[in-house]
């Protein structure tokens, strides 16, 4: 299945930044790292030894050796890769240079590395500078080089500007390392709204509201959540910013829930039932609303929007059961997306805008599917493996979080790729974990 077919840049743009800018010598051959038909079915192999400490201090080997196990979780994540084993290797940057001078790229062939990744640490006066290369093994060549400059503690971040630079280079695309998840967990006793990073570090409750709270969604600048709590006593939506923690309320009467926000504007779409019958408005970030899109007598729900803002998805019982239609938000005009299943529900628009995962119901347990936008491309990503639900797109599109009861009956945080490969657990925690949805890129500066 060509799901997001991954831009490949024919010589990989082999003109680097930083360190390495401007050398004509890099500019030359082709090589198709990443597999256009589906980049996950073969993994380019890839070499991560521990990376060079410049010298002798034993602070400085210990920021080496998190570094370079932090890039190999990083890229192993992507699911692009197959980081090779340690113990198969043949050299050992602590006795050579990182630089191509140095290598022997003969050792890193014969263990089956295509690419390797060298990396340098110094740490003076409470600064810790990093430099990383990345190389071509069979074409002795280097593809991409870097230099950070950050504080002890600031590892992990800087890998992870890397990784997103290497990421850039073999797809056109920066990747989620620079990405958060928001989900709902029961950890404290009522259903709050959380966040981690990208791969499940650094988990944190984002709401308090004591109640029950649902339906997070991000804004496009990552900086705001917008969500269902309960803690007034009714369903109302509440937009929260991440950083200064403000809060805004938006209620009418009834039922206000799945808020979802336009891309690249600060309107969102969310169902209200004000008016009697629950169906999608517009609203301002300020809570006013802009119009009512859906009108028709069956319930609609659940929108989510298409990249340029023009179309709208969503959940409507129009045709007598929960189904997926997709409408023209400048002239109303609306078709029905899907057509196979009794209760589709829950859709989320790629990042590319050529496809729409789902999930679907069937026997009292849910599935994720993908189809494309036009309504062809039908694919099951989840098979006989818990009920399976909630589905959100990682920025990049390469990825989808998802809730799965697959352990234990209970609902966990799951993440695979876009063609349904490399499923496994995000994160445990004590209880429940539901509703993940995936942030676009934030800014770390």
């Known amino acids: 299945m060509n799901i997001n077919c991954f831009r490949i840049f024919g010589v990989l743009f082999l003109v680097l930044v930083g360190i390495f800018a401007g050398n004509p010598q890099l500019c030359r051959g082709e090589y198709n790292y990443v597999n256009i038909s589906d980049p996950f079915l073969n993994k380019i192999p890839m070499a991560v030894p521990v990376f060079k400490?410049?010298?002798?201090?034993?602070?400085?080997?210990?920021?080496?050796?998190?570094?370079?196990?932090?890039m190999v979780d990083a890229l192993a994540f992507t699911a692009y890769f197959k980081i090779l084993d340690r113990a198969a290797f043949l050299d050992d940057l602590q006795t050579r240079g990182i630089d191509a001078s140095h290598l022997n790229f003969d050792n890193w062939r014969d263990i089956g590395a295509e690419l390797l990744i060298t990396g340098g640490v110094l740490l003076k006066d409470d600064v810790v500078q990093m430099e990383f290369r990345l190389f071509d093994t069979f074409k002795a060549q280097l593809l991409l080089g870097k230099r950070y400059t950050g504080k002890p503690g600031d590892e992990r971040k800087i890998v992870h500007r890397f990784c997103s630079e290497l990421v850039y280079r073999l797809t056109g695309k920066r990747g989620v390392f620079e990405s958060k998840i928001a989900f709902v967990s029961k950890?404290?006793?009522?259903?709050?709204?959380?966040?981690?990073?990208?791969?499940?570090?650094?988990?944190?409750?984002?709401?308090?509201?004591?109640a029950l709270t649902l339906f997070p969604a991000w804004s496009s600048d990552g900086q705001s959540i917008a969500y269902t709590s309960y803690k007034k006593g009714k369903p109302d939506i509440y937009i929260k910013n991440i950083e200064d923690k403000t809060e805004k309320r938006i209620s009418f009467e009834g039922l206000n829930i799945t808020p979802c926000w336009i891309p690249g504007k600060t309107r969102l779409g969310a169902t209200l039932s004000f008016e009697g019958d629950e169906e999608i408005y517009l609203l301002t970030e300020?809570?006013?609303?802009?119009?009512?899109?859906?009108?028709?007598w069956g319930i609609d729900v659940s929108p989510t929007f298409s990249p340029d803002g023009q179309m709208m998805a969503f959940v409507s019982k129009r045709s007598g059961t929960p189904q997926i239609f997709i409408q023209n938000l400048e002239n109303g005009n609306v078709r029905r997306l899907t057509f196979e299943g009794t209760y589709n529900t829950q859709p989320d628009w790629s990042p590319a805008g050529d496809w729409i995962v789902y999930s679907s119901m069937n026997k009292g347990k849910?599935?994720?599917?993908?189809?494309g936008s036009d309504g062809s491309g039908l694919a099951q990503l989840t098979h006989d493996s818990g009920s399976n639900e909630s589905p959100s797109w990682s920025p990049?599109?390469?990825?989808?979080?998802?809730?799965?009861?697959?352990?234990?009956?209970?609902?966990?945080?799951?993440v695979m790729t876009a063609s349904g490969t490399d499923q496994r657990v995000l994160l445990e925690l004590p209880g429940e974990q539901?509703?993940?949805?995936?942030?676009?890129?934030?800014?770390?500066d």
């Open 53 to 70: 400490s410049m010298s002798t201090g034993s602070a400085e080997m210990d920021i080496a050796m998190k570094a370079s196990d932090f």
């Open 187 to 210: 950890i404290s006793g009522n259903k709050e709204i959380f966040i981690c990073e990208f791969d499940g570090y650094d988990i944190r409750q984002e709401t308090h509201s004591n």
């Open 286 to 296: 300020t809570g006013k609303i802009d119009k009512r899109i859906t009108k028709n």
């Open 366 to 371: 849910g599935d994720i599917f993908v189809i």
């Open 396 to 414: 990049d599109g390469s990825l989808i979080v998802f809730g799965s009861t697959r352990l234990g009956g209970k609902s966990r945080i799951f």
């Open 434 to 444: 539901t509703s993940p949805a995936w942030s676009p890129a934030i800014d770390a």
